[in-house]
């Protein structure tokens, strides 16, 4: 009798483990039965050279990107090879190196994988991937950036929709060259730098200490500084490109002084700092339709010079530029922004639809007074500074930056802000590595590619 209790036991346990052992491969099928059918070593997907087969990718307003080769070799791309160079590290490389393309990181998307039929397509073409970006966007603003290293970037901060992501050095994925590991002509060239490339942010992270001086400095708005351009802080000079006279904060801002911000950081201190950089949102890693972005970092040896740089964004602070983008949407949109996709839309090739794609909010990146009256002073920078006549008919709001990336460097270039109008709700960033001025190089940039987004309208 105990032998048969003791065998009903272990039956028992069995059969457990084996229902166990079915819900997990159930619940890993569901979640990761894409991934599985878009492994590289699928011959029904893949071609003998690891080229996806099937699987359409377009702009947001039908531009075949890349699709099938008709004859069965490998894939095509846009006719035009600038375009093809413009939207390189949006749709991805044959041999699969750029890791965030769309044939790389939305192959499952593409393969016409699904639950119930698995990767049949009745069509034979894969799925059709519509991506938020504009190719004609893309295109000028790779045309822009005039064979320089850098990125831009612009994106919808009410849905979401990345319109612009370029990202430079590119090729022609119709016709790769030949890249030599070490050559530095070709240095991160697949890379994305909007999505997952850290560099100084430079002047622009001004506007975070300014958001932590708002909330923590109450007499801010009644102070005056005088720039001579050079003040000791922690026993060294912190120092201006030349003597900006008699500041108050508004100023500060339009004229992006050192020696305020600096000094602002310092009284902060080091905590305060770290604490707003972490709120907005610039040391955390996002995913854009499951792609991630790198994280930045705010970070100084502890000494209160170290931390004056920190503060105006040089040395050792580096920074994501999807991640600034988000935050300058977060400024313009009262302290939450939606979150960057890439996904317009997906359909099989019989037009059935494949997925939902649908905006979805930030967390409260910036207190809603606060942003109003950033907002408020990025757009005097335009008045003061940059010049309205570059922005024509745009409420434009927007900080330069110009980060020193080494003494025998010319530094980087970068411009980012947005636009104030519900009918254009735009973000963006542009940086050019070693620009030099950043409203000079990447404020022309950033002024060419939002003249062509307004006038398109998206
Ligand atoms: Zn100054």
Redesign the pocket.
């Known amino acids: 009798m105990r032998k048969i209790e003791k065998r009903t036991v272990f039956c028992l346990i069995l059969t457990a483990l084996l229902g166990l052992g079915l819900a997990l491969f159930c619940f890993r099928f569901v979640m990761d039965g894409g991934d599985w059918a878009s492994y590289p070593y699928n011959r029904h997907l893949y071609d003998n050279q690891g080229r996806l087969k099937g699987g359409v990718i377009l702009d947001r307003d039908g531009d075949v990107l890349s699709q099938p080769a008709a004859d069965g070799s490998g894939r095509t791309y846009y006719p035009d090879s600038s375009v093809r160079k413009a939207t390189l590290h949006a749709v991805g490389d044959q041999a699969g190196f750029i890791g965030s393309g769309a044939q790389t990181a939305f192959a499952d998307k593409l393969s016409g994988y699904n639950l119930f039929t698995g990767a049949y397509s009745p069509l034979g073409s894969g799925n059709y991937l519509y991506l938020t970006i504009d190719a004609y966007l893309n295109n000028i603003a790779y045309q822009a950036l005039g064979g320089n290293r850098g990125t831009v970037g612009v994106y919808n901060y009410k849905t979401g929709e990345i319109l612009c992501m370029v990202s430079t050095p590119t090729f022609d994925p119709a016709d790769p060259p030949d890249i030599a590991a070490d050559d530095p002509a070709w240095e991160g060239v697949y890379v994305n730098r909007l999505l997952s490339a850290n560099s100084i942010p430079g002047s622009i992270f001004k506007v975070v200490t300014l958001n932590a001086a708002i909330e923590n400095i109450p007499d801010l708005f009644q102070r005056h500084?005088t720039?001579?351009?050079s003040?000791d802080i922690g026993g060294d000079a912190v120092t201006?490109?030349?003597?900006?006279g008699e500041?108050d904060i508004e100023s500060?801002l339009a004229?992006?002084?050192?020696?305020?911000f600096g000094q602002l950081a310092v009284e902060l201190g080091g905590k305060t700092m770290e604490k707003y950089t972490d709120a907005a949102g610039l040391t955390t890693a996002i995913k854009v339709d499951g792609v991630q972005t790198s994280k930045g970092s705010f970070s100084f040896d502890g000494t209160d010079h170290q931390l004056a740089w920190a503060g105006v964004g040089q040395d050792r602070d580096a920074m994501c530029p999807i991640n600034m983008m988000l935050y300058m949407g977060a400024i313009a949109n009262g302290g939450k922004a939606a979150m960057p996709r890439l996904i317009e839309k997906s359909s099989t090739d019989y037009g059935l639809p494949t997925g939902v794609y649908f905006p979805k909010k930030s967390g409260k990146l910036i207190e809603a007074d606060t942003a109003n009256t950033i907002a408020d002073m990025m757009h005097n920078n335009v008045l003061a500074t940059y010049g309205q006549d570059r922005f024509p008919g745009m409420d434009v709001c927007a900080k330069s930056g110009t980060a020193e990336i080494g003494a025998d460097k010319t530094p980087n270039a970068w411009f980012t802000g947005f636009l104030r109008d519900a009918s254009t709700p735009y973000a963006f960033i542009v940086l050019v590595e070693q620009g030099g001025g950043g409203s000079s190089v990447a404020g022309t940039i950033a002024s060419q590619v939002l003249t062509a987004a307004v006038e398109k309208g998206y």
């Open positions: 500084w720039c001579t351009g003040v201006c490109p030349f003597a900006h500041l500060a004229n992006s002084c050192n020696g305020v």
